[in-house]
């Protein structure tokens, strides 16, 4: 088993940064895969990001050019820095792992953006 461990959500105003957390504990031997995404109010979860273990990463379209994920593999975190944050970034954030047989879910974060 993976334990995920978010921090750093919160409320923010439009064109504001935040710096989402997450640390993984527990059989993390095989993870290659860690990332983000995001669901917001009647809408599915979506990919926001994610990096492997060798720092390759895939972002959604509508975060290019203002998140940047990054990962330390000595601490076993993944992080999310969020730039010019805007009102449809509003929903829950979660951290998933990956491995080859197995994917792993944090419990959520919410960031809230005003306008």
């Known amino acids: 088993q993976v334990q995920l461990v978010e921090s750093g959500g919160g409320l923010v105003q439009a064109g504001g940064s935040l710096r989402l957390s997450c640390a993984a504990s527990?059989?993390?031997?095989?993870?290659?895969?860690l990332g983000w995404y995001r669901q917001a109010p009647g809408k599915q979860r979506a990919l926001v990001a994610i990096?492997?273990?060798?720092?390759?990463?895939n972002y959604a379209d509508s975060v290019k050019g203002r998140f940047t994920i990054a990962r330390d593999n000595t601490k076993n975190t993944v992080y999310l820095q969020m730039n010019s944050l805007q009102p449809e970034d509003t929903a829950v954030y979660y951290c998933?792992?990956?491995?080859?047989?197995?994917?792993?879910w944090g419990q959520g974060t919410q960031v809230t953006v005003s306008s």
């Open positions: 527990g059989s993390i031997t095989g993870i290659d895969v």
């Open positions: 998933s792992a990956r491995s080859l047989l197995h994917g792993y």
């Open positions: 990096i492997t273990r060798g720092g390759g990463t």
